[in-house]
Nanobody, 121 residues
């Protein structure tokens, strides 16, 4: 499966952005999807994940209550709605596909190219 992330940009602290990740292939609905991010000079970290059917969602503590992951299997797309953004949310955000919605990025098999989110203070 091929993944294409989009929706990043520059936003002020407190603002919102919605990231999208469009997938190619007819097997999208069989994959769990994850969002991970990497800030400059830092290691990649887990942000959120969603099960193949959308019934299970998982969040890093740092984004819980502010970010919402969702998916539309009919559109082969997963979303990350980000509200109340903080400067520390600045990072390149990646979507990834795997068999289970894991926090460990190494457990994902396919990756998108990343989209940059910059939050100004």
């Amino acid at each position: 499966v091929q993944l294409q992330a989009s929706g990043g940009g520059l936003v002020q602290a407190g603002g919102s952005l919605r990231l999208s990740c469009a997938a190619s292939g007819r097997t999208f609905s069989s994959y769990a999807m994850g969002w991970l991010r990497q800030a400059p000079g830092k290691e990649r970290e887990f942000v959120a994940a969603i099960s193949w059917g959308g019934g299970g969602t998982y969040y890093a503590d740092s984004v819980k209550g502010r970010f919402t992951v969702s998916r539309d299997n009919a559109k082969n797309t997963v979303y990350l709605q980000m509200n109340s953004l903080k400067p520390e949310d600045t990072a390149v955000y990646y979507c990834a596909a795997g068999s289970l919605p894991k926090r460990d990025g190494a457990r994902y098999d396919y990756w998108g190219q990343g989209t940059l989110v910059t939050v100004s203070s």
